[in-house]
């Protein structure tokens, strides 16, 4: 028979597996000796080759070196942890447990305790506390290793809060908040106790702008600290922001707060002048929507989500009315694609209407002489975005000439894919630093018969030669170096 082994509950395995909560809940709070021993423990259960040496305590405890008392004191700790059984005592004989449910199988000792029972009940005087409530606090101290200092610290405080008599399930509910909150000790709740106090003197003002004559409750406090210290709110935007709730109360104020933070209107003026110009925003999407061809009946989400951002980048109505104009003719059809067009403006500087016409005067003179490349290489077709890429490597990248590249397409017009060809013999004469359309004239001859891009037939033009793996893995790491 083996010294250790798994319950039924745990099926053998050929590897040795933790539970991530042994490691969160358990690991850190057992000694380095006890933690060894639970491990190799563990490890015997899932190694039969080992299992058949280690049978008894007194050989388990030989392969640690340590004594077997040390070995026994160990599985005791973790027997009220839940996480073992010691269902055998001559010889011992211990029975591994799954640990997600440690806790549910947990017993507590009748003295461990007996102290804090007496300090709880005296606190909740107003009705008798059951062994399962007292239970489920155990259950709390061990799960989030608080101190019963600090759960009685919390009791009290919910008592005050709610009286005498005050459901269990509401101060499991705050414990476990602030546990969570890394809030564990009696200093650390003392703290929190005191800034829920300090919190409590600053709603009163907020409260009476709100109109409403009652004492905050915690979960009203807990949402003040999250403007003030996430949301990095001050005390003089909430109290403005609070004047102007007129239905809704306490809950209305939070959204609207929410609101102006996911919109960055952090400052009372910010608030004002978006308050101010709220009717004029909605005017503005619904004739932005009305441009680009969709319809929203409730515009406040676009002005949030889209108008509102635009607006803060710099752009003005009339711009935007423009992007939205060039977004429709452009077959950009949603409020998405739009947003896309106006970030890729922004990043370029466009923000006035100036800069975006002149930009787009740009655009309307590249596509004239892209037109005339197309018509040269017998094209019938409109511009398109690929062109426009290929022209932009041609001119801004290699620095060919226009009539250098309508000479190219001239030679490309009988071709299957002329833009590729035309992008094939441009590459090669850029190699050959070909720039003047008399240059690209004299091997132009070679191109109309297909010789000048094929580097089996003109080894004068294209360079051959063979690479070693070893080389092209050189090659591609050092593209990573070249700033193109």
Not at 11 to 40: C, H, K
Not at 415 to 440: C, G, R, V
Request: proline share 2%.
């Amino acid at each position: 028979m083996s010294f250790c082994k798994f319950s039924s509950e745990i099926s053998s395995m050929n590897i040795t597996v933790i539970d991530n909560t042994f490691i969160e809940d358990y690991l850190p709070y057992a000694s380095g000796e006890q933690v060894r021993i639970y491990l190799w423990g563990l490890y015997l259960c899932c190694n039969n080759e080992l299992k058949s040496n280690l049978t008894t305590i007194d050989s388990f405890a030989e392969s640690l070196g340590i004594s077997t008392a040390d070995v026994l004191n160990a599985f005791k700790f973790w027997q009220e942890q839940g996480l073992v059984q010691i269902v055998e005592t001559t010889p011992p004989e211990i029975q591994y447990l799954p640990v997600k449910n440690a806790i549910s199988k947990k017993k507590f000792k009748a003295d461990k305790y007996e102290q804090f029972n007496l300090s709880v009940q005296s606190t909740i005087s107003g009705r008798m506390i059951t062994p399962n409530e007292f239970s489920e606090y155990y259950t709390l101290i061990e799960t989030y290793h608080m101190s019963p200092e600090a759960l009685l610290m919390i009791i009290k405080y919910c008592t005050d809060l709610k009286g005498k008599n005050v459901g269990y399930n509401y101060i499991l509910a705050v414990a476990k908040n602030w546990a969570n909150e890394g809030i564990l000790n009696f200093s650390q709740v003392e703290e929190k106790l005191q800034d829920l106090s300090e919190t409590e003197t600053k709603l009163k003002e907020i409260f009476k702008a709100l109109k409403l004559s009652r004492k905050a409750t915690l979960e009203e406090k807990q949402k003040y600290i999250k403007w003030t210290r996430k949301l990095d709110f001050s005390d003089e935007v909430i109290l403005y922001v609070a004047k102007q709730v007129t239905k809704g109360g306490f809950e209305k104020l939070d959204q609207k707060l929410t609101k102006y933070y996911e919109q960055h209107l952090m400052s009372v003026k910010e608030i004002e002048e978006y308050e101010t110009h709220k009717a004029s925003l909605f005017g503005l999407a619904k004739e932005i929507d009305k441009i680009i061809g969709v319809y929203y009946e409730n515009v406040e989400n676009v002005v949030e989500s889209y108008i509102n951002p635009w607006l803060m980048r710099g752009y003005d109505e009339s711009a935007l009315k423009l992007l939205a104009s060039y977004c429709f003719k452009n077959n950009i059809r949603s409020l998405q694609g739009m947003d896309a067009v106006v970030q890729k403006y922004y990043k370029n500087g466009l923000i006035t209407t100036t800069s975006i016409i002149q930009h787009l005067e740009k655009v309307k003179i590249q596509d004239e002489k892209i037109k005339r490349v197309l018509e040269s290489a017998s094209l019938l077709r409109n511009v398109t975005s690929w062109d426009r890429d290929f022209y932009r490597t041609w001119t801004y990248s290699w620095n060919m000439p226009q009539e250098v590249i309508e000479y190219a397409a001239t030679l490309s017009a009988d071709k299957a894919q002329p833009m590729q060809y035309i992008n094939k013999i441009l590459s090669n004469w850029f190699e050959q630093k070909i720039t003047t359309l008399d240059e690209a004239k004299l091997v132009g001859e070679l191109y109309k018969s297909g010789a000048g891009v094929d580097d089996k037939k003109d080894k004068t033009i294209i360079h051959d030669r063979t690479y070693s793996e070893d080389e092209i893995k050189s090659l591609m790491s050092d593209i990573d170096e070249i700033e193109i």
